[in-house]
């Protein structure tokens, strides 16, 4: 039996901002991708948009980008292949065929791909790569991203619960009654009698 495969379907997500030399080049070669039906496109600028911005910046620092490019540099693309984030392209303009190239790689590879210049890394993150779908798929949705924000894990909740707990459990309303009671008897019986 003949099997035929359906073509994957790629998006690419540029971050970038309006003045940027870089952005403009690296938009222009993803919307001749996308003319040629190769990819669909999806441009955010971050200059104006401070929630842009700080989702960008959440990107960089989930992934550890900043400590391997030396700082927050734009064009930063991302790699979406059937509805998953597959792979995050940093700090350069990349040509056509790079694109191409690292979209397939990264479709074809088990965890999530970086790309930093000639430089490809394997992200072994879960909660980064599943924190890096949840701001794309929320992008996507037209929604906005809470940076920052995680589901706390069962110890962690435990850690705030059982003092927030105890603090609830000290009424105040006792200690008023109980000082109350020995300035009375101090008053009435006197310090020794107290």
Sequence with gaps: ALLIAAPQLILVIEYGESRCPACASQKEILEGLQKGGKLSYVYVDLAGSEENAREFVEIYDLLGLREVTGGYYVPLLLVVVDGRVRGVAAAGVYTADQLLSFAQRA??????LTMVGP???????????????????????????????????????????????????????????????LMLVLVLGGPRRM
């Design 107 to 112: 479709a074809d590879a088990a965890n999530l």
């Design 119 to 181: 430089s490809v890394l394997e992200v072994r993150d879960e909660r980064a790569a599943a924190r890096l779908q949840s701001i794309v798929e929320a992008r996507l949705r037209g929604a906005g991203v809470q940076p920052g924000y995680r589901p706390l894990s069962a110890s962690e909740a435990l850690a705030l619960l059982v003092p927030l707990a105890a603090a609830d459990s000290v009424n105040p309303c006792t200690f008023a009654v109980y000082t109350a009671l």
